[in-house]
């Protein structure tokens, strides 16, 4: 049992590892464009999808796929990896029970 869940943990925080240079790299292509173009917006824009259509996206609206794009991969990065932390969290909580 303790083999099996140390194995998962392990698991677990590669696929984090895997996941987080994934998205970075699909992050930074996206950011790459934003950035050259600059296209300026905040972390309340990220979140706040109102204020992100009343601000930011008429004021560049050529790049509306892109600031779209980046938003959703890194709402998307952020879920996973919420639920990988939650996962090892709760993985090595039964694995201190167990050993």
Request: no cysteine.
């Amino acid at each position: 049992m303790y083999t099996l869940l140390l194995s998962i943990i392990i698991g677990l925080f590669v696929a984090m590892l895997f996941l987080n240079l994934y998205f970075r790299a699909k992050v930074f292509k996206v950011y790459g464009v934003l950035v050259r173009n600059k296209v300026e917006f905040g972390a309340a824009h990220i979140f706040n999808r109102q204020k992100l259509e009343e601000e930011i996206l008429p004021k560049y609206p050529q790049f509306r796929n892109e600031i779209e794009s980046f938003i959703r991969h890194i709402k998307y990065s952020i879920k996973m990896a919420s639920v990988l932390i939650a996962l090892i969290t709760a993985f090595g909580a039964v694995l201190m029970y167990y050993r």
